[in-house]
């Protein structure tokens, strides 16, 4: 009998031996899944950093900022977008708007609008709007403005043709002014006509008799911009991020 019970304790001692070590060997997989998990998102992050030159911090808040808006989902749609109410009060929201579902704006080789974009075609939209940094060569700067130019340009350019047509000029120009709130909308009309006019008398003169002028080509649209400083103004605060700065929450100017 003392044989027999001696051999039970030493059963269950046996048994709950195993079970510390299935525990700690558990836990042990568990720390490693974590530790690889969290070793990914380091990689991740760093590739996102050097695609678009922001930093680990930057891409974290922007992180969080994504999150906040799809509400912990992977991705997010326009309505998302379209419920920031500081972006309710912009004359181009529509535009806006559409830019980030753009796939010639997400560093793509590709045209079309997607419905729902995830953190990184956000992230790249989102670095169109970077301004320079003190470390920044004069090639870089360079390359940043023409990207800004870019960007503007993809979003004048509405049916993705490469051109803005006269007709696609005179809608931004009439909808920036008649929303602003300060000119009525046949004032408006009036100066997006002019406008019109005025974008086409700088390049027919430099056309042949046989060419017809179809609209703004891209290399046109950064000459009537070329006294533009793009670098540093084109930067971006209704999603609460001030990319001027770069840091998350609501800006005070």
């Known amino acids: 009998m003392v044989g027999c019970a001696r051999s039970g304790r030493a059963s269950r001692s046996g048994r709950a031996g195993g079970a510390a070590a299935a525990a700690a060997a558990a836990a042990a997989a568990a720390a490693a899944a974590m530790g690889a998990s969290q070793t990914r998102s380091a990689h991740k992050y760093q590739d996102l950093a050097e695609r678009t ?25 326009k309505e998302n977008l379209e419920g920031i109410p500081t972006l309710a009060k912009n004359p181009i929201r529509k535009q806006i708007i559409e830019a980030f579902f753009d796939k010639r704006n997400q560093h793509r080789d590709e045209v079309g609008s997607c419905q729902e974009i995830g953190f990184e075609q956000f992230l790249m939209v989102m670095s169109h709007f970077r301004p320079p940094t ?36 005179h809608k931004v120009v009439e909808e920036l002014l008649s929303k602003s709130g300060a000119i009525e909308g046949e004032a408006a009309k009036a100066i997006a006509d002019a406008a019109m006019l005025e974008v086409a008398s700088t390049n027919v003169p430099n056309m042949g008799p046989d060419e017809f002028y179809e609209g703004i080509t891209f290399e046109h649209f950064e000459q009537i911009l070329k006294g533009l400083e793009m670098e540093t103004r084109m930067h971006i605060r209704f999603l609460d991020v001030d990319t001027s700065t770069m840091r998350c929450g609501k800006s005070t100017s």
């Open 134 to 169: 003190l470390k920044t060569t004069a090639e870089e700067k360079e390359a940043m403005r023409r990207e800004k130019l870019r960007f503007l340009f993809n979003m004048h350019d509405t049916d993705n043709d490469g051109i803005i047509t006269l007709v696609e000029y």
């Open 53 to 77: 030159g922001f930093s680990l911090e930057q891409i974290k808040n922007l992180h969080k900022r994504f999150q906040h808006l799809s509400g912990d989902e992977e991705t997010i749609s």
